[in-house]
């Protein structure tokens, strides 16, 4: 199965997925799965925060003194430091307890909150991990039908941001997310949502 998958969205915005490094992407911005504490942790987190160098930890020690905490579902933005992106958006996602503490609200108020961070910042191009799928246990076909149905009423409106990427860690949750993107299709036929060849 092709790793590199692209759809278009609406008339001018597409979406893809593929399976990456987070840390190389070369999109305006990358979306840090962070924790409240934003001082860095580990999976994409720690991942970023190398990569970025210690400039990336500095400036979240600055938010974090301006407004302590970063409640689940909020995002805020820093430079890139040392990674090719120019921004990280830094969002905490929901830890999962069953669904029923509001996990599918909170999960995409993550992507509309980071969204809205890179339009503010005129960026054309934004990538995004699988929010909450890790340490945070959320089911990963949940989490992928959340993300993608959040990004694609997203991009029904013409805004900054034409392209969001989808950097996957492995195939299992490549193949959740295409699995997502086509029932997506199947259920909404309302959003303009078709494949696109690369």
Same mark, same amino acid.
């Given at each position: ?29 990358? /979306? ?11 999976? /994409? ?13 500095? %400036? $979240? ?61 005129? $960026? ?26 959040? /990004?694609?009423?997203?991009?029904? %409106? ?34 303009? /949502? ?5």
């Amino acid at each position: 199965m092709a790793s590199h998958l692209r759809y278009r969205i609406g008339t001018k915005s597409h979406v893809e997925l593929i399976i990456s490094d987070i840390t190389d992407e070369t999109t305006d911005a990358i /979306v840090n799965a962070a924790n409240s504490t934003l001082l860095g942790g580990g999976g /994409v987190d720690g991942a970023i925060h190398r990569a970025a160098g210690p400039a990336l930890l500095e %400036q $979240c020690k600055k938010i974090r003194a301006q407004r302590g905490s970063l409640p689940p579902g909020q995002a805020v933005s820093t430079s890139g430091a040392k990674l090719t992106a120019k921004y990280v958006i830094h969002t905490v996602g929901p830890v999962w307890h069953g669904g029923e503490a509001n996990e599918p609200e909170t999960l995409a108020s993550c992507y509309r909150e980071s969204l809205r961070l890179a339009n503010e910042l005129k $960026c054309a191009s934004i990538s995004f991990p699988s929010i909450s799928t890790g340490a945070f246990g959320y089911p990963v076909h949940d989490a992928a039908q959340v993300a993608l149905r959040t /990004v694609v009423e997203h991009l029904q %409106q013409p805004r900054s941001v034409i392209l969001v990427r989808f950097v996957l860690f492995d195939s299992r949750t490549h193949d959740a997310y295409k699995v997502a993107f086509e029932k997506l299709r199947k259920d909404s036929p309302g959003l303009q /949502v078709r494949s696109e060849p690369l």
